[in-house]
């Protein structure tokens, strides 16, 4: 079946055609009903579609951070500004929407860039199932500006060092880097936002 524009879905003969096979009126009536909705606004089907993979990657990196936390971080509390896990899932979504997988084929790197260095938080396969056919490397960077915590100040002349940082605040910006793995022109694109 080939939809175009002009195509009349609730066309009598058609209709009356499958009542005379015994068909129900009101669930033919019903089904054309939803399929005429589809075609009438598929942007927002696919909206939908993608909004929820977005919120469930926004998920995903919260967890992250919150699972670094006391493992790698050594803090008791992350910072993290308002839509920037939301702002980074549409970026990711993005960057995988030209991929021959998208996003099952991606193998994502968490970084935090700190002042001491770059940390590696975690890995994550979005599709375990799907050999990956792209990497993407995402690095939070922590907020230069903010102010230590009295606490950490005080225990600067202490003998005894901090094990835990109390606050780490993430600076809105973030780096994504992007490698392609199955692809003659293999390259790397580095996005900083």
Not at 85 to 90: E, F, G, Q, V
Not at 138 to 167: E, I, N, Y
């Amino acid at each position: 079946m080939v939809a175009t524009s002009t195509l009349k879905t609730k066309n009598s003969d058609c209709v009356s055609e499958l009542v005379e096979r015994r068909y129900d009126q009101v669930c033919i009536e019903k089904e054309l009903d939803f399929w005429d909705h589809c075609l009438a606004e598929p942007q927002r089907t696919a909206d939908v579609a993608e909004d929820g993979t977005c919120h469930q990657l926004a998920k995903m990196f919260e967890s992250c951070l919150s699972r670094a936390k006391k493992t790698t971080l050594h803090c008791s509390f992350v910072l993290v500004p308002e839509q920037l896990t939301r702002r980074i899932a549409r970026e990711v979504l993005r960057l995988a929407s030209c991929e021959p997988c998208g996003l099952r084929g991606c193998v994502l790197y968490v970084h935090l860039e700190a002042e001491k260095g770059c940390k590696q938080l975690e890995r994550i396969a979005y599709d375990a199932t799907v050999v990956p056919t792209f990497e993407l490397t995402l690095v939070f960077k922590q907020d230069s500006t903010a102010w230590p915590s009295l606490r950490d100040f005080l225990f600067m002349g202490s003998c005894f060092a901090p094990t835990f940082r109390h606050v780490l605040k993430l600076s809105p910006g973030f780096r994504l880097v992007k490698k392609k793995l199955y692809s003659s022109s293999a390259g790397t694109v580095i996005e900083e936002c």
